[in-house]
């Protein structure tokens, strides 16, 4: 039997993205043209996974637990990294249950003795009271879907003018209380993956729980949304 590597795993990778529904997918994350979209963005898919997992996997000790906040088709190939070659317990959740149905399927038909599925929950209280050493949060707190505004500040497609006070705020109270969330469930010393735009929310929790948090000066770019995604160790 050949030795489990990531070049091993991003191809088990590819096999099951093979396997996915991607009319389905298409129609979860594009308004319109969303399987020409995907034919396009299928190749950095396994491309972004493994910068991510060779970056990552330097940092994550053996045998932890990650919680992974809206992990979806993006993330795959690092989820599997995890488990897989560091022999970690990942909770991926995602509040999309008909992508958690696709991606479900797609494991169970290729790699059923892969202990990886997605769960359709909320991913500040799935599988509570576990604690984290790890939490994944990439372009989480800027979908549009969830926060328009947050989103449309985050990327500057706002004037200030043009913003709703009374919305905002409102997203952002909502924003805080999944923030405050997920890091109570973190262990210290622990580590955070999210992208650039999204650190502000951490840096405010950790304030508020006297935490220091170090920067990684490394970033990788996202496969769909293209945001910059960095690591923060939370001591």
Request: charged share 25%; proline share 6%; with cysteine.
């Amino acid at each position: 039997m050949p030795a489990i590597d990531i070049p091993h795993v991003m191809k088990l990778c590819r096999r099951v993205l093979d396997r996915c529904d991607w009319p389905a997918l298409a129609e979860i994350y594009f308004h319109w043209g969303g399987e020409d979209m995907w034919k396009e963005k299928r190749p950095a898919i396994t491309d972004f996974g493994e910068q991510i997992a060779r970056r990552l996997l330097k940092d994550l000790p053996r045998g932890g637990a990650s919680l992974w906040v809206g992990a979806g088709v993006a993330e795959l190939p690092v989820l599997l990294a995890e488990v897989m070659l560091h022999d970690r317990e990942v909770t991926a959740a995602n509040l999309r249950a008909r992508e958690c149905e696709v991606l479900n399927a797609a494991l169970q038909a290729e790699c059923p003795e892969v202990a990886l599925r997605f769960l359709a929950e909320d991913a500040s209280t799935v599988g509570k009271p576990r604690a984290f050493d790890h939490i994944g949060c990439i372009s989480v707190f800027t979908d549009p879907e969830t926060w328009p505004l947050l989103s449309d500040v985050a990327y500057g497609r706002v004037a200030p003018v043009q913003i709703d006070v009374e919305q905002f705020v409102a997203e952002r109270e909502h924003a805080r209380l999944l923030a405050k969330g997920l890091f109570v469930r973190l262990t210290r010393p622990g580590l955070i993956t999210t992208s650039a735009e999204e650190v502000a929310w951490f840096l405010e929790q950790a304030h508020f729980a006297e935490a220091t948090i170090e920067a990684s000066e490394d970033l990788v770019e996202t496969a769909v949304v293209g945001d910059p995604v960095g690591f923060l160790t939370i001591t």
